[in-house]
């Protein structure tokens, strides 16, 4: 794992960057949905893979591997941008995202695709099976840990809350559950759909140690991301508070942006602002 310091940071938001724009880039040359889900998670898999995770790209498989699975698995492009620069794979690869016959589909898949370590999509799963790897490293005497990256909507799943039982009755500390809480869902707002609120206080009820932050801030994530666990005995939750379709002012907090693909002007309006604020 990376220490935390200016130098890491600048690191971490230099991959945000370049996944912002392999992200719309790819939903493009695709004509795939969900860039404004990708967009509003790309610094959490930023931070991850830059500040936090122990891991070994060019070893994959390494047993010793901290475990990311991104439950909200229609951000894939995110996390296959994320690997792809990080050194998992030629970012050429990415070219083929949503072709016909690709193996780089739209929902994040582990098949043939290295640093994927579950394939996603059905909301409501990732955290379940997350909690299985904590404690498969627990019962092993290891000390990787297990990160779920999970969307705010898919919490209406009752799945995550009998996931959240798990973790907690068997004190898994070396799971993390991070939110990308964007507060958008596919149609509507997550108040209007499924209100989740107190949402940091549902984590406490069920055992959680929690941790609420700028899901935007990379100092604030990797401090989050990184601490060893408050009590030994629990697992933790970061609740990051994020905005869908970041980076690109005219998706920024719209539900148009999580089934649109960006194309023509919109596509070279996207362009340009990520390049601006490079």
């Known amino acids: 794992m990376a220490g935390i310091g200016v130098d890491v940071t600048e690191r971490s938001i230099e991959l945000a960057s370049r996944v912002r724009r392999h992200c719309v880039e790819m939903t493009r040359r695709g004509r795939s949905s969900h860039v404004g889900s990708a967009l509003?998670?790309?610094?959490?898999l930023a931070v991850l893979y830059t500040d936090v995770l122990n891991v070994r790209p060019s070893q994959p498989d390494w047993p010793e591997r901290d475990r990311v699975v991104l439950s909200k698995g229609h951000a894939g492009s995110a996390m296959y941008a994320t690997l792809a620069e990080s050194g998992f794979f030629d970012p050429r690869m990415l070219d083929e995202h949503c072709s016909d016959g690709?193996?780089?589909?739209?929902?994040?898949?582990?098949?043939?695709?290295?640093?994927?370590?579950?394939?996603?999509?059905?909301?409501?799963?990732?955290?379940?099976?997350?909690?299985?790897?904590?404690?498969?490293?627990?019962?092993?005497?290891?000390?990787?840990?297990?990160?779920c990256v999970m969307s705010d909507g898919e919490c209406d799943e009752g799945?995550?809350?009998?996931?959240?039982?798990?973790?907690s009755h068997h004190e898994l500390s070396n799971l993390v559950a991070v939110v990308d809480y964007n507060k958008l869902q596919s149609l509507t707002?997550?108040?209007?759909?499924?209100?989740l609120e107190p949402f940091a206080d549902k984590w406490r009820s069920f055992g959680f140690e929690v941790v609420e932050v700028d899901g935007h801030d990379h100092d604030a994530l990797a401090g989050a991301l990184s601490v060893e666990p408050a009590v030994a005995t629990r697992p933790t939750a970061v609740i990051a508070h994020t905005t869908k379709g970041r980076g690109v002012s005219f998706m920024e907090d719209s539900v148009l942006w999580h089934y649109r693909s960006p194309q023509g002007d919109e596509y070279e309006a996207a362009v340009a602002e990520l390049e601006v604020a490079r």
């Open 40 to 44: 509003s998670v790309t610094d959490i």
């Open 102 to 147: 690709s193996i780089m589909s739209g929902h994040v898949s582990h098949k043939g695709i290295p640093g994927v370590e579950f394939s996603t999509g059905s909301l409501g799963h990732g955290l379940g099976v997350s909690a299985g790897m904590a404690l498969a490293a627990l019962r092993s005497n290891k000390s990787w840990r297990a990160y």
């Open 159 to 167: 799945s995550v809350w009998e996931a959240a039982l798990f973790a």
């Open 189 to 195: 707002s997550v108040a209007e759909t499924l209100a």
